[in-house]
């Protein structure tokens, strides 16, 4: 069994930050594209940034470009996202994934998720 649990969501003003983890238990996913999603209510989960298995190479969707950062650590089956100048947009579940597949964009590439960390940026 492989679980992934999200920590570090929360309530922040506009042009603030957080920084999201998301610990993995059960096996090793070292080998894994670590990826995270975002649903907001009524719309359906969006790709946000993945970071290949062997760390080479991040992706991050348009919205977040220049902003968000996301990280690993493989040591510890752990990966991050920064967060920073926050908007009222980012507004979201935000869900942790892993997944051994290219096609890293969507949620057909990942095999396990997390059960979600509220984000919710005030104006």
């Known amino acids: 069994q492989v679980q992934l649990v999200e920590s570090g969501g929360g309530l922040v003003q506009a042009g603030g930050s957080l920084r999201l983890s998301c610990a993995a238990s059960?096996?090793?996913?070292?080998?894994?594209?670590m990826g995270w999603f975002r649903q907001a209510p009524g719309k359906e989960r969006e790709f946000v940034a993945v970071i290949r298995w062997d760390g080479v190479r991040t992706y991050y969707s348009d919205s977040v470009k220049g902003r968000f950062a996301i990280s690993r650590d493989n040591a510890k089956i752990t990966v991050y996202l920064q967060m920073n100048s926050l908007k009222p947009g980012d507004t979201a579940v935000y869900y942790c994934?892993?997944?051994?597949?290219?096609?890293?964009?969507?949620?057909?590439?990942?095999?396990?998720w997390g059960q979600g960390t509220q984000v919710t940026v005030s104006s």
């Open positions: 059960g096996r090793t996913l070292s080998s894994y594209n």
């Open positions: 994934a892993a997944g051994p597949r290219i096609n890293y964009y969507t949620t057909d590439g990942y095999d396990y």
